[in-house]
């Protein structure tokens, strides 16, 4: 079946780099996807990534693929507190429906 | 983008009623999606709405404790019956983009359910 799974909890410092790290088991998504909640907030798109790439960066975010190791990771550098949010990773095995992981909450220290 | 509206934001609820919720969007879309996310766990797919169609349920969610609403582009709505304090959780609504190679969907803010 399909799942994915995340670690819950980062904590960095502020100007640090952030690491969320995500597995899936579904290897037949063609995108696999970063989505952001702020508190009180719906999910947002951050970033995705199409399955055949192995890197994608966008300004402070980059996301890593190990398509073999079905391993995929979100890097922010230089977080700021405004980064401070629950990340969810996120599959659509076939382009259907989203299963989502359980989200990293990253709080970010001053 | 799309801009999705939901009301209510938040409500409290005595158990064995009913609740519904509704789901504006800015603009004709044809996926909707409702979604709930129980406290500090992930987001789960209750059902897909579209205009036009009966929703279809995701399985262990059945129509008569969440029936759904579709009755144009723009606007869903969601009835949780019955509830229970096992039914408090955040409920999203979502509209997926059409034309797009990759999966995007939009969410609203979602509606703090609270049963007690």
């Known amino acids: 079946g399909e799942d994915v799974e995340q670690s819950l909890f980062l904590s960095v410092r502020e100007g640090d780099s952030s690491v969320i790290n995500c597995t899936y088991t579904?290897?037949?998504?063609?995108?696999l996807y970063w989505y952001k909640q702020e508190p009180g907030a719906g999910l947002q798109l951050l970033t995705y990534?199409?399955?055949?790439?192995d890197m994608k960066q966008d300004q402070r975010l980059t996301v890593l693929l190990n398509k073999k190791d079905k391993h995929l990771s979100l890097r922010i550098a230089d977080t700021q507190t405004g980064d401070s949010a629950i990340y969810f990773c996120?599959?659509?095995?076939?382009?259907?429906?989203?299963?989502f992981g359980p989200g990293t909450r990253l709080s970010v220290l001053p | 983008s799309a801009v999705i509206s939901q009301k209510p934001s938040r409500d409290i609820c005595q158990r064995g009623t009913s609740l519904t919720i509704q789901c504006q969007v800015d603009?004709?879309?044809?996926?909707m999606f409702w979604y709930r996310q129980q406290p500090g766990q992930s987001l789960t797919l209750i059902a897909t709405?579209?205009?036009?169609?009966?929703?279809?349920?995701e399985s262990g969610f059945v129509i008569d404790k969440f029936p759904i609403s579709r009755p144009n582009l723009t606007f869903s709505t969601l009835t949780v019956s019955n509830m229970s304090p096992e039914d408090s959780s955040i409920y999203l609504c979502?509209?997926?983009?059409?034309?797009?190679?990759?999966?995007?969907?939009?969410f609203g803010p979602g509606t703090r359910l609270t049963v007690l």
């Open positions: 979502s509209v997926g983009r059409d034309g797009r190679s990759y999966n995007e969907q939009f």
């Open positions: 579904d290897s037949s998504s063609t995108y």
């Open positions: 990534i199409f399955s055949n790439m």
């Open positions: 996120a599959e659509d095995p076939y382009g259907q429906n989203f299963v």
């Open positions: 603009s004709q879309v044809t996926m």
């Open positions: 709405a579209n205009q036009g169609s009966e929703a279809t349920y």
